[in-house]
Nanobody
Framework: QVQLVESGGGLVQSGGSLRLSCVASGFTLARYAIAWFRQAPGKEREGVSCMVRSVYSPYYADSVKGRFTISRDDAKNTVYLQMNSLKPEDTGVYYC?????????????????????WGQGTRVTVSS
C-alpha cells in the first residue's frame, strides 16, 4: 500500500524553526520527484519546494528561499523540510507529495505539477 506520512508540525514562535518529515512506504522513493506544498487558511494550496533527484538542485518558492531547505534520504525513504526563520505567513497545513506512480512530476521555477501521491498533511502554526 502506497503511503506518505508527514510529521513534525506544531506551534512555534516567529523566528523559530521546525523540521518536517515525510516517510514513504509501499514504493521506492528514490525513483520519484518529491515536493512540499502548503495550504494556508482561506487560501489555495501552493508549492513550497521540490526536488527531482538528489543530484539536481531543488526549487523553492520565492517566499521561502533562504529559509527552507528540502532534502531526501532515499535509504530511509524519507523527505525532509527544514524550516528556519519562520514567519506567521508560513502558517498552514504542509503536505508532502511525489509523482508516483507515473513519474511525470514537474519541478521547476515554472511550477510544480503531476504529483499524484499525497500525505495527509501536518499543521504548522507560527505565532507573532
Amino acid at each position: 500500500q502506497v503511503q506518505l506520512v508527514e510529521s513534525g508540525g506544531g506551534l512555534v514562535q516567529s523566528g523559530g524553526s521546525l523540521r518536517l518529515s515525510c516517510v514513504a512506504s509501499g514504493f521506492t522513493l528514490a525513483r520519484y520527484a518529491i515536493a512540499w506544498f502548503r495550504q494556508a487558511p482561506g487560501k489555495e494550496r501552493e508549492g513550497v519546494s521540490c526536488m527531482v533527484r538528489s543530484v539536481y538542485s531543488p526549487y523553492y518558492a520565492d517566499s521561502v528561499k533562504g529559509r527552507f531547505t528540502i532534502s531526501r534520504d532515499d535509504a530511509k525513504n524519507t523527505v525532509y523540510l527544514q524550516m528556519n526563520s519562520l514567519k506567521p505567513e508560513d502558517t498552514g497545513v504542509y503536505y508532502c507529495a511525489t509523482d508516483h506512480p507515473l513519474g511525470r512530476g514537474l519541478c521547476s521555477s515554472n511550477g510544480y505539477s503531476g504529483y499524484d501521491s499525497w500525505g495527509q498533511g501536518t499543521r504548522v502554526t507560527v505565532s507573532s
